[in-house]
């Protein structure tokens, strides 16, 4: 059982390239979350999914996409990004609304 | 949002050591967690306690609704247990509200 899953756990993108974050649960949980952690934050809400087909914007979507055509796997997309997506993403997912949530291991993305 | 406060912002033990972390929020709440981030940056999950106590080994917690608080208690304290330790919470909306952190370093 390996829970929740990031691809990948490292990047470095030059500003105005885009790129895809993969995250995959094998719980099947219902909702899934995407997240940013900047340094000596706690984490902060860009997008979540309650369920396949479905997307929300959270507390920071701007330049972020994102898609659930599967049950089990969530993407988050930048279609051109910028120095200040520089940051370190968490893929999360729980069963239901307020019930507990897994994280994945995390994305660290540094655009140049 | 609700706003999460954890105390002390920074917190340095001796191994063997016991200590206690606090979480205020402003809102009720439908959820509250607490995780560790170990210094790999992964999150950990310690409990998911929206109300009352919970034991794991050397790890407790509880948490009081009615009055805005939750605690995280360490017993006999090790190094490996240094990091950050975050409290988060939720209720009507869908996001976890996160508190900036205790960061706890433990010494030989």
């Known amino acids: 059982n390996a829970g929740v899953t990031q691809t990948p756990k490292f990047r470095v993108l030059k500003t105005g390239q885009s790129m895809t974050l993969l995250c995959a649960q094998d719980?099947?949980?219902?909702?899934m979350y995407w997240y940013r952690q900047d340094p000596g934050m706690g984490l902060r809400l860009i997008h979540y999914?309650?369920?396949?087909?479905?997307?929300a914007k959270g507390e920071v979507p701007d330049g972020y996409n994102v898609s659930r055509l599967k049950k089990q796997n969530f993407l988050l997309g930048l279609e051109s990004a910028a120095p200040s997506q520089t940051s370190v993403y968490f893929c999360?997912?729980?069963?239901?609304?307020?019930?507990?949530?897994?994280f994945g291991q995390g994305t660290r993305l540094t655009v140049v | 949002g609700i706003q999460v406060e954890q105390s002390p912002p920074d917190l340095i033990l001796q191994e063997g050591a016991n200590s206690t972390l606090r979480c205020n929020f402003s809102?009720?709440?439908?959820?509250l967690q607490w995780f560790h981030q170990n210094p790999w940056g992964q999150l950990i999950n310690l409990f998911y306690?929206?109300?009352g106590t919970k034991q794991n080994g050397r790890l407790s917690a509880t948490t009081v609704a009615t009055e805005r608080y939750s605690l995280l208690y360490i017993s006999s304290s090790q190094t490996t247990d240094s990091g950050v330790y975050f409290c988060?919470?939720?209720?009507?909306?869908?996001?976890?509200?996160f508190g900036k952190g205790t960061s706890l370093l433990v010494t030989p």
């Open positions: 999360a997912s729980s069963l239901g609304h307020n019930t507990e949530a897994f």
């Open positions: 719980m099947n949980h219902e909702y």
């Open positions: 999914s309650v369920g396949e087909g479905t997307t």
């Open positions: 809102d009720s709440v439908n959820n």
């Open positions: 306690i929206p109300s």
């Open positions: 988060a919470v939720g209720n009507s909306g869908y996001a976890l509200n």
